[in-house]
């Protein structure tokens, strides 16, 4: 038995084709689509569109939880999941803190945040209350909160494969044993700017889609949720958990190529296609069935034939697409098929492709078209995102045993060390090259001078949606340059989010570094919000005008992933491409992706980052909540001043890193190690501290080498003081005085900020930025600061660190 | 006919922010799409929008589009067509 083996006790979905497995398998079984009229909510384009709508009543099954309706479809899924696994009363033997969840989104509140909008613009109603709800990081943190997982929380949002994404992250986190049980899938609702959206791309069949057809034209929209309970094999075999099925491996590719269109040599689908396969220790000919993304789009199902002739050459398994059932469900659709796929390995049946009647002789395939029973031991599951981020998944069935070597891959003979811990106790990641876009400069030297001068210059930004001359003070990234680094034809199709990212990104990546191969290149850029002006002015226009003429520009830059993709496109970088969303933990968790493919060898360099913008919506809401005056006062941390329902003045900004193994051409800038995210529920300083501590010691950090920690306090009394009560246990743990530190007075508080953090902590450990200038107290740093831990906390308790050395 | 060609080129050179390129530069029987003016399939479904907007012509299927955008003069007629 290989002890770290992800296997599958657990699952739960529900969609338009039902609730529940049991329901969803009824519908297949009998062939019947859930697909019917949108009633959820007004569209008069799209008012003819046969769409996946979820017919049950969503707030009633989710019972006693306050979320959206992504939040609330996800939870309805992980519930089934959980009681599937014998988990339905708690955690029972499983620690808590090697229980997580990590999940994929893409729509998160938008529903919710479109009905503000429209009460806002049509009736001048000022109802706040849904953005409360907006982000998409929601549903995994309702999910942790209701299990009490104290293990690695995260979301992911590689548009529609990021489902899929999440899975395989999951699983990662589970074989290098950072975690023992994962709840991984993903939940995603209808909305009106994924509908206009995907009409604004004509990538719409108002008849309902029909999969490898000669006649199809489009998707058809849907919403879901769909989760797995995957735990190690040592973990589920210990508890008398029954095991579903296997998850045998999985492939990441990066096509590089277009925002939403494949490449149509299918190049990136094949790639991910051989990785999953490579990683799985299996031949093509032992593949027996292949779940199709199959959206029946033009283009996909051309794209996705062409891979699979290119894969198994004459001897094409059986494969399917399974979209006519309940739509394309985004985010969700990679987590649906896998649940399928769990279930066709334990029935010893496939599901058919509902919708498919004309062959298209262009394709020369046909797709299975009706449900049969057949022998299944491994199925290929394909998911394609926006921006070209392909994932494929394998799963094999229960009984038989995985021939994949990753796990020796992770964790040397005897050792119980994983490999992400060990390649880096040498000396850590390499610090390549670092970039950045903010309130306090766009190069260490001028961010320097910031922390020299008290912090970044806030200014104003005018919030219409208030009143015609309404302002909030912020701290805004003003002209960052972007003509020096993107040419004029290609900034006019880029959001100003994305301008500010990739010009984050071309500087830390310097020109030394092209040598490497493109697909050993990963990038991993994460965001809070997103481009939230292009987003906005996308709604406005939707509303403002009944949905005539919607802008396709608009709607591809409020894709989170575009964000990421357009680096891999602009670069040319085709290893894995992700986006975590995971609020003031996003940079931590893209840190983590980048830093796994580099443990696993996957990639030989990481670009990894954040980025978020300013937008008048947000700053009207916090307005309305006091959190905002005309007098608010610029962040000063640990200095107590907010009062009442103030909050730190909000900013925005991009930072980018490039990390490679130590033997890369490009002198190092720094190192870093002891990267891990994890959550927490109660504000315990010393519990805090002592995870600090365990995640130094396993990398080989003595304590008693820290001279700072380098936080996000930001002038609320409460966080500062539990960040220095923090800083205060490790003191007394390491035998040294450790100094708490601040950066957040030189970029804002903004979900991108703990990425800021990141340099300012390289340029403490290069001597770029004076130590006194970062800390509360300044009789604590006696010495130059060596080895700095940047330590995160965010309002729903999601965490995450690493440690800077020189 | 050539009227609307002139105007569908300043269009198409506003819209997309054509710096120094002049309608003399655009072939009325080339492609609008591929070619010289370095305009991918979302600069199409842009212009697809911007005929909503201004000529109150609505398309839904990429076929539509395709067809249309076959060449400036071809667009043209389209839109002396179905314009509303």
Same mark, same amino acid.
């Given at each position: 038995m290989s002890r770290r083996t992800p296997v599958i006790t657990g699952s739960g979905i529900i969609c338009a084709a039902g609730c529940g497995v049991a329901a969803v398998r009824e519908s297949v079984r009998a062939n019947r689509s859930g697909l019917g009229p949108l009633t959820l909510f007004s569209s008069p384009r799209y008012a003819n569109h046969l769409v996946g709508q979820v017919r049950d009543n969503v707030d009633e099954l989710a019972g006693n939880v306050r979320g959206s309706r992504s939040d609330k479809l996800s939870w309805i899924a992980a519930r089934e999941a959980l009681a599937a696994a014998g988990l339905a009363s708690g955690l029972g033997k499983i620690n808590p803190a090697r229980a997580g969840?990590?999940?994929?989104?893409?729509?998160?509140?938008?529903?919710?945040?479109?009905?503000?909008?429209?009460?806002?613009? *049509?009736?001048?109603?000022? @109802?706040?209350?849904?953005?409360?709800?907006?982000?998409?990081?929601?549903?995994?943190?309702?999910?942790?909160?209701?299990?009490?997982?104290?293990? #690695?929380?995260?979301?992911?949002?590689?548009?529609?494969?990021?489902?899929?994404?999440?899975?395989?992250? =999951?699983?990662?986190?589970?074989?290098?044993?950072?975690a023992d049980l994962m709840l991984a899938g993903a939940g995603d609702s209808l909305s009106r700017l994924t509908l206009n959206g995907f009409g604004s791309l004509l990538l719409l069949d108002p008849n309902g889609c029909r999969p490898f057809d000669a006649r199809r034209t489009g998707i058809s929209l849907g919403e879901g949720a769909a989760m797995l309970v995957i735990e190690a094999e040592e973990t589920a075999v210990s508890r008398g958990a029954k095991i579903l099925a296997r998850f045998a491996g999985w492939g990441v590719s990066c096509d590089a190529f277009h925002a939403t269109a494949p490449q149509a040599e299918a190049r990136g689908a094949l790639a991910a296609m051989q990785r999953a396969l490579?990683?799985?220790?299996?031949?093509?000919?032992?593949?027996?069935?292949?779940?199709?993304?199959?959206?029946?789009?033009?283009?996909?199902?051309?794209?996705?034939?062409?891979?699979?002739?290119?894969?198994?050459?004459?001897?094409?398994?059986?494969?399917?697409?399974?979209?006519?059932?309940?739509? &394309?469900?985004?985010?969700?659709?990679?987590?649906?098929? =896998?649940?399928?796929?769990?279930?066709?390995?334990?029935?010893?049946?496939?599901?058919?492709?509902l919708g498919f009647e004309v062959a298209d002789e262009k394709l020369g395939l046909e797709p299975v078209r009706e449900f049969r029973a057949q022998p299944v031991s491994h199925i290929l599951s394909n998911s394609f995102g926006f921006g070209g981020n392909n994932v494929a998944l394998v799963f094999e069935r229960a009984d038989l045993s995985c021939r994949s070597r990753r796990e020796e891959a992770y964790f040397k003979a005897g050792s119980s060390q994983s490999l992400l811990t060990s390649a880096a106790t040498k000396r850590g990641f390499a610090i390549l090259g670092i970039g950045a876009v903010s309130a306090a400069g766009n190069s260490l030297a001028e961010i320097a001078a910031a922390f020299r001068s008290g912090g970044a210059a806030n200014s104003a930004f005018a919030v219409p949606a208030v009143s015609p001359t309404a302002q909030a003070k912020v701290y805004a990234s003003g002209d960052f340059g972007a003509e020096q680094f993107i040419e004029p034809a290609k900034r006019r199709?880029?959001? *100003?989010?994305?301008?500010?990212?990739?010009? =984050?990104?071309?500087?830390?990546?310097?020109?030394?570094?092209?040598?490497?191969? #493109?697909?050993?290149?990963?990038?991993?850029?994460?965001?809070?919000?997103?481009?939230?002006?292009?987003?906005a002015a996308f709604v406005e226009n939707m509303?403002?005008?009944?949905?005539?003429?919607? *802008? #396709?520009?608009?709607?591809?830059?409020?894709? &989170?992933?575009?964000?990421?993709?357009?680096?891999?496109?602009?670069?040319?970088?085709?290893?894995?491409?992700?986006?975590?969303?995971?609020?003031?933990?996003?940079?931590?968790?893209?840190?983590?992706?980048?830093?796994?493919?580099?443990?696993?060898?996957?990639?030989?360099?990481?670009?990894?980052?954040?980025?978020?913008?300013?937008?008048?919506?947000?700053?009207a809401a916090g307005m309305r909540w006091g959190w905002w005056h005309e007098v608010s006062l610029e962040i000063r941390p640990f200095a107590g001043a907010l009062k009442n329902r103030?909050? #730190?003045?909000?900013?925005?900004?991009?930072?980018?890193?490039?990390?490679?193994?130590?033997?890369?051409?490009?002198?190092?800038?720094?190192?870093?190690?002891?990267? *891990?995210?994890?959550?927490?529920?109660?504000?315990?300083?010393?519990?805090?501290? @002592?995870?600090?501590?365990?995640?130094?010691?396993?990398?080989?950090?003595?304590?008693?080498?820290?001279?700072?920690?380098?936080?996000?306090?930001?002038?609320?009394?409460?966080?500062?003081?539990?960040?220095?009560?923090?800083?205060?246990?490790?003191?007394?743990?390491?035998?040294?005085?450790?100094?708490?530190?601040?950066?957040? &007075?030189?970029?804002?508080? &903004?979900?991108?900020?703990s990425a800021f953090g990141f340099l300012t902590a390289v340029g403490l450990v290069c001597g770029e930025i004076a130590p006194e200038l970062c800390t509360a107290d300044k009789t604590a740093l006696t010495t130059a600061c060596h080895t700095v831990v940047l330590f995160t906390i965010s309002q729903t308790g999601t965490k995450?660190?690493?440690?800077?050395r020189a | 006919m050539e009227s609307l060609i002139a105007e569908l080129k300043a269009k198409i050179i506003a819209g997309f922010q054509l710096e120094g390129?002049?309608?003399?530069?655009?072939?009325?029987?080339?492609?609008?799409?591929?070619?010289?003016?370095?305009?991918?399939?979302?600069?199409?479904?842009?212009?697809?929008?911007i005929l909503e907007q201004d000529y109150g012509i609505v398309i839904l299927e990429r076929s539509v589009a395709d067809k249309a955008f076959a060449s400036l003069r071809a667009l043209a007629e389209f839109v002396a067509a179905n314009r509303t």
């Open positions: 969840v990590m999940l994929g989104a893409t729509v998160g509140g938008m529903l919710g945040t479109e009905r503000f909008l429209t009460a806002m613009l *049509r009736e001048n109603k000022h @109802r706040f209350g849904p953005l409360r709800f907006h982000e998409c990081a929601g549903a995994a943190d309702l999910c942790a909160k209701k299990i009490g997982a104290l293990g #690695p929380v995260a979301t992911l949002s590689t548009a529609c494969s990021a489902g899929a994404m999440a899975i395989l992250a =999951a699983a990662e986190l589970i074989e290098q044993g950072e490579e990683c799985s220790g299996l031949q093509p000919s032992e593949i027996d069935f292949v779940s199709a993304h199959g959206t029946a789009t033009p283009d996909n199902d051309a794209m996705e034939t062409r891979a699979l002739k290119q894969l198994f050459g004459d001897r094409i398994p059986p494969f399917a697409s399974v979209k006519r059932f309940f739509g &394309h469900t985004l985010a969700t659709s990679g987590a649906i098929k =896998a649940v399928l796929a769990v279930q066709s390995l334990r029935e010893q049946a496939v599901p058919g492709t199709k880029l959001s *100003r989010l994305q301008q500010m990212t990739l010009v =984050a990104a071309r500087k830390s990546f310097s020109s030394g570094l092209a040598a490497v191969a #493109p697909e050993k290149i990963c990038v991993a850029i994460g965001t809070g919000l997103g481009s939230l002006n292009d987003t509303i403002l005008k009944d949905e005539r003429a919607p *802008r #396709p520009s608009l709607f591809t830059s409020s894709v &989170h992933n575009s964000l990421a993709s357009q680096i891999a496109i602009e670069l040319n970088f085709s290893g894995l491409n992700s986006t975590p969303i995971q609020r003031e933990i996003s940079f931590e968790t893209a840190l983590w992706q980048g830093a796994t493919e580099l443990a696993s060898g996957r990639a030989e360099l990481a670009l990894v980052g954040t980025a978020d913008e300013l937008n008048q919506y947000q700053l103030e909050r #730190p003045l909000p900013g925005e900004g991009s930072a980018a890193v490039t990390l490679g193994n130590a033997k890369n051409v490009a002198p190092p800038l720094a190192f870093v190690s002891a990267i *891990r995210i994890g959550r927490s529920e109660n504000k315990d300083a010393e519990a805090e501290a @002592r995870w600090i501590l365990q995640t130094l010691e396993r990398d080989g950090i003595a304590a008693g080498d820290v001279d700072l920690l380098l936080t996000g306090a930001n002038g609320l009394a409460k966080l500062d003081n539990f960040y220095r009560a923090i800083a205060g246990e490790l003191s007394r743990l390491a035998g040294r005085n450790i100094a708490c530190g601040a950066y957040k &007075h030189a970029c804002g508080e &903004h979900h991108s900020a995450g660190m690493c440690c800077i | 390129v002049t309608p003399a530069d655009i072939n009325s029987d080339e492609p609008i799409f591929g070619t010289g003016l370095e305009l991918d399939s979302i600069d199409a479904l842009e212009l697809v929008a």
